[in-house]
């Protein structure tokens, strides 16, 4: 089965800094890649997906921008982060056997 | 566009029984129907999912009505670490499909 390894688990980051958010998947090969934010007391929105490496699609324009460097490897940044970034941020893994999410990182942006 | 209705919120006793329905009318032929969970601060959490008939498994059964516009997941002995949103979702097949969620239900589980 699938493992999502997601870091760190929380973080503070004051407005207008960058941002650097990794995820990495263990126990499949070639799997479909999501970024999902939540803010406080709403549902989960999808941000960004990957089918493979490089390719990233987008379904809000935002802040925020996504990477595939590597197969199992799904990177999320910020040139400069502002106040609505604020979030928890889940990244999830698709395989033939279903989805499975990361524990996701809750970012503050004061 | 989650494309899924439930209520917000449902309250269960522990040990009793728990049906959560979900209204998916809209759905066409060869949409799943999937049911995550979310603990507090935790990712979501894969339940069930189905397309015609009823499932089991060892978390839950799923029963999809006949003409597939709705679905209820049943927990059979809810238990307090039952307590969750879960998150009834449809997606069509193929490999670049997403999950889109709404808001889900807020299942509490009375001691």
């Known amino acids: 089965s699938q493992t999502i390894h997601q870091w760190p688990a929380t973080l503070v980051q004051p407005v207008g800094s960058p941002l650097s958010l990794e995820c990495t998947v263990e126990?499949?090969?070639?799997?479909?890649l999501y970024w999902y934010r939540q803010a406080a007391g709403r549902g989960l929105q999808l941000l960004f997906y990957?089918?493979?490496?490089?390719?990233i699609s987008s379904e809000v324009p935002q802040n925020l921008s996504a990477s595939r460097p590597q197969d199992r490897q799904f990177i999320l940044s910020s040139k400069k982060l502002l106040l609505s970034d604020s979030g928890f941020y889940l990244c999830?893994?698709?395989?033939?056997?279903?989805?499975?999410f990361g524990s996701g990182t809750r970012l503050t942006v004061v | 566009d989650a494309k899924t209705t439930q209520p917000n919120s449902m309250e269960s006793n522990e040990e009793e029984p728990v049906h959560l329905p979900c209204n998916h009318s809209?759905?066409?032929?060869?949409?799943?129907i999937h049911w995550y969970r979310q603990l507090p601060s935790q990712g979501p959490e894969y339940v069930i999912h189905g397309l015609t008939s009823n499932v089991n498994n060892r978390m839950a059964s799923l029963a999809i009505a006949e003409d597939r516009k709705s679905s209820t997941l049943i927990l059979h002995r809810a238990t307090l670490r039952d307590a969750a949103v879960y998150y009834c979702?449809?997606?069509?097949?193929?490999?670049?499909?997403?999950?889109?969620f709404g808001k889900g239900t807020l299942l509490t589980v009375n001691p």
């Open positions: 999830a893994s698709r395989d033939n056997y279903g989805y499975t």
């Open positions: 979702i449809r997606s069509s097949g193929g490999s670049n499909y997403k999950l889109t």
């Open positions: 809209t759905i066409s032929g060869t949409d799943y």
């Open positions: 126990g499949t090969s070639n799997p479909n």
């Open positions: 990957s089918v493979g490496i490089g390719q």
